[in-house]
């Protein structure tokens, strides 16, 4: 689970969005079914339980149950490791420093980066757990920390991230799963028609006014995800904001469950 922030200046993200026309979203011909528009959204990485009354869409880690009858999306941090997991993943695709030593997110300094410039390796770790993601019935599955390369001190390019995310949606795509775009507002448009992804699903872009860099890909294929520790003015004023995507949920910065004090839930009305 990880929080990022817009690391490019937006004038960068309008060079972006200028540089190649935005393919329309839409649903892949004969392929996955894509979040439904508007509907109501919970994001629940730090432990499963039953949403609340409205909710249609849920995201959960890759290691907790789908839900039936609501659309559900597989999170996987794809290019870093998990917190827990660094034995999981070998040595040889992890990034080193040039003492040899692993290269760890300074922000959440549990997840070491993972080498992205070995895509078919990486990809050979990553392609099970998609593949358990379609297995245990998700609908989608969303790809965590995109814009690694940016915290790897110019050892890795954005060129490597986007060859891994095209491999990474392909597989995806080959098991029937929809692919979400998770945070990277300045790469949004490349990420969308290079690598393929369908949707985005996106943190605080409220808060850092960045929800049109995705809405602008995109289009009405956005979940927001808020938290109040943050959030610079009212939640109702962030709902009743046109620019504010449709799918959108506030909640507490540890994705707590109901059963814990510092639980938050709140949509828009």
Known sequence: MTVRRLLVPLAVVAVLLTGCAADAPHDPPGGPRLPPVGAGLDYQLGGAYDPPAGVEIVVRDRGAASLDGLYSVCYVNG???????????PGDLLLRDSAG???FDPDWPDEAIVDTRKTDEVA?????WIRACAADAFDAVEFDNLDT??????ALTRADAVALATRLVEI????????????????AQLFHDRAGFDFAV????????ECGAYTAVY???????????????????VCADPATPASIVLRDRDLATPADAAYAFATCD
């Open 202 to 209: 996106v943190e605080e872009c409220a808060s850092y006014n």
């Open 149 to 154: 390369y940016t915290r790897s001190g110019g």
């Open 219 to 237: 289009g009405d294929h956005v979940l927001a995800v808020e938290y109040p520790d943050a959030l610079p003015r009212p939640w109702n004023d």
């Open 124 to 128: 050979a770790i990553v392609g099970p």
């Open 79 to 89: 290019f870093q490791t998990q917190p827990g997991e660094l034995d999981t993943w």
């Open 101 to 103: 030593d692993l290269v």
């Open 172 to 187: 995806a795509h080959e098991v029937g799963l929809a692919a979400g775009q998770k945070n990277a507002a300045e790469d």
